[in-house]
């Protein structure tokens, strides 16, 4: 036997499992012993019965230790005959078990509607929302897609985190809802409406779009997402393609280029290149359609240059060659000193559209 299964009180022995409970004579009672209840008119009208259960004494006013049987809908409460016409109850709204199970049953099923209707049109909501933010980070350049993928999946992780956790609301009060629409004992009922108010509630407050709209929040995240993805630019220069990167010649084993004055000229880029902010690295960005030729022409950034030599880091996932060029691609170049390679003889020279430079 189940151990859960309420037994009949008035059994001597071999106990049987009860069909009703009786709640003013606060005992379960088995079918042959529930006749009395079922036959008697007296019984019928004064002894409420509802499904076994283990009544543990709060079937009885804590205050006045007579039955309850009226429920206040302004308290959400079961109250004895003396709370309702006596105590602080006697000016709220009372109603029988049976008239107050009626009425929260159909204000539940309108509730239920209501808060399902919300549920659809957040979902709908929270559609959009995230097709829109899709959309915008599809517009990404290329080279920045891998990265821009994982952030899009961090950030919509969060958001959607946030969102699960302010779901369980109303998952929680629909889970009540229907619950207490399958309760049919009286009851029952009325005992877990209190919760379940409480519950729809929780769910009639819960903003879904909270955090979703334009503001500091979002400026924040923007924010996280430039500056960790300007970290994953320089841990994964595999992703980037045609990639140079020029390097100071006193610290170029530490590949960061501190004390060199030397940057790519930005009016000597072909088609589909592009530079970094310091004009440092270079960037192609058609993987499908590399080009047979591209040319990069240097130039300084003081008003007298004075080096020798430079060195220029490739990216090992493309094969490069180094290659030369005429004298009017440097004399071209207006804006400061510019610098190149160029065969003079046999034998390699330095092309500039400054005539002093050492070669």
Not at 321 to 348: E, F, H, W
Request: with cysteine; net charge neutral.
């Amino acid at each position: 036997m189940d151990p859960q299964t309420i037994l009949c009180d008035m059994c001597a022995e071999d106990r049987k499992p009860a069909k009703k409970t009786c709640i003013k004579c606060e005992i379960s009672m088995c079918f042959q012993h529930l006749q009395a209840h079922l036959t008697t008119p007296v019984l019928l009208q004064t002894h409420p019965l509802t499904e076994p259960m283990d009544l543990c004494g709060n079937t009885k006013c804590s205050q006045h230790g007579k039955l309850l049987e009226y429920y206040c809908l302004d308290d959400m409460t079961c109250v004895c005959v003396s709370c309702a016409i006596e105590d602080q109850h006697r000016l709220h709204n009372m109603k029988t078990f049976s008239t107050a199970h009626k009425e929260l049953l159909e204000k539940l099923k309108a509730e239920q509607l209501i808060l399902q209707e919300k549920t659809d049109g957040e979902n709908v909501s929270l559609e959009k929302w995230e097709q829109s933010e899709r959309e915008k980070l599809g517009r990404c350049s290329v080279r920045l897609i891998e990265a821009v993928t994982k952030l899009r999946d961090i950030s919509l992780t969060s958001v959607q985190s946030s969102v699960s956790a302010r779901m369980v609301s109303l998952k929680t009060s629909k889970s009540s809802l229907e619950a207490a629409q399958k309760e049919k004992d009286t009851f029952r009922f009325l005992q877990m409406y209190s919760q379940v108010h409480q519950d729809v509630e929780k769910a009639k407050a819960v903003d879904l779009s909270k955090g979703l709209e334009p503001g500091s929040h979002r400026d924040k995240l923007v924010e996280e997402m430039r500056q960790n993805g300007e970290k994953m630019v320089k841990q994964a220069s595999q992703f980037w393609g045609s990639l140079l990167t020029l390097v100071d010649p006193e610290h170029h084993q530490e590949l960061v280029p501190t004390g060199s004055d030397l940057i790519f000229e930005p009016q000597s880029l072909g088609p589909g290149m592009s530079l970094s902010k310091d004009n440092r690295k270079v960037f192609h960005s058609q993987w499908m359609k590399f080009c047979s030729s591209c040319l990069f022409l240097i130039k300084s950034t003081l008003p007298v240059p004075d080096f020798k030599r430079w060195v220029i880091s490739i990216s090992k996932d493309c094969d490069w060659t180094i290659g030369v060029c005429d004298d009017t691609y440097a004399t071209s170049m207006k804006d400061g000193n510019v610098y190149g390679l160029r065969c003079q003889g046999n034998m390699p020279s330095s092309n500039s559209s400054h005539r002093d430079c050492t070669h």
